[in-house]
């Protein structure tokens, strides 16, 4: 990302953590649910700082089926 300092490595992670499953979660639980409380379908995480120098340690995507919306929860 072009916002980076330029002695910043990034290479010693990837970027993507994970794809489906269950989240990892680096702090507690912040899964959104819908107005029902039914818990929002898990999509994947990143690595926050790999956008953003001093950003979130993860960025993590949810959906919402019956509205056809995505949450980003950053932690």
């Given at each position: 990302h072009k916002s980076f300092s330029k002695g910043y490595e990034i290479k010693s992670k990837?970027?993507?953590q994970?794809?489906?499953g269950?989240?990892?979660w680096i702090q507690k639980d912040h899964?959104?649910?819908?107005?029902y409380g039914k818990?929002?379908?898990f999509i994947g995480?990143?690595?926050g700082f790999h956008y953003l120098e001093d950003g979130s340690?993860?960025?993590f995507l949810f959906f919402n089926e019956a509205?056809?919306?995505v949450v980003q929860i950053f932690q």
């Open positions: 990837k970027a993507i994970q794809i489906g269950q989240p990892q899964t959104p649910l819908d107005k818990a929002l379908t995480q990143v690595s340690n993860g960025i509205t056809n919306e």
